[in-house]
């Protein structure tokens, strides 16, 4: 395995993981957070949906700009 390979593949694993648990640990605080709130499930609206998803683009354009340097 060539060594161009072996840190693109540890860059793949470790992102993957990291972002599985930011994932679940985001859909676990959204989750208790609408139980504590409506003792149901959560109501999103489109706005905020629409919020949240251009805040995300901007910290994935964040993340992957750091591969500039």
Known sequence: ???????????LIVGGI???LVGVGT???L???AEESHGGP???ST???IKSAI???GI???IASLGDR
């Open 31 to 33: 989750a208790r957070t």
């Open 47 to 49: 706005g905020d949906a």
């Open 55 to 57: 805040g995300i683009v």
């Open 1 to 11: 395995m060539s060594t161009i390979d072996s840190w693109r593949t540890k860059t």
């Open 42 to 44: 959560p109501k999103i």
């Open 18 to 20: 990291i972002g599985a």
């Open 60 to 62: 994935v354009r964040g």
């Open 27 to 29: 859909a676990y605080l």
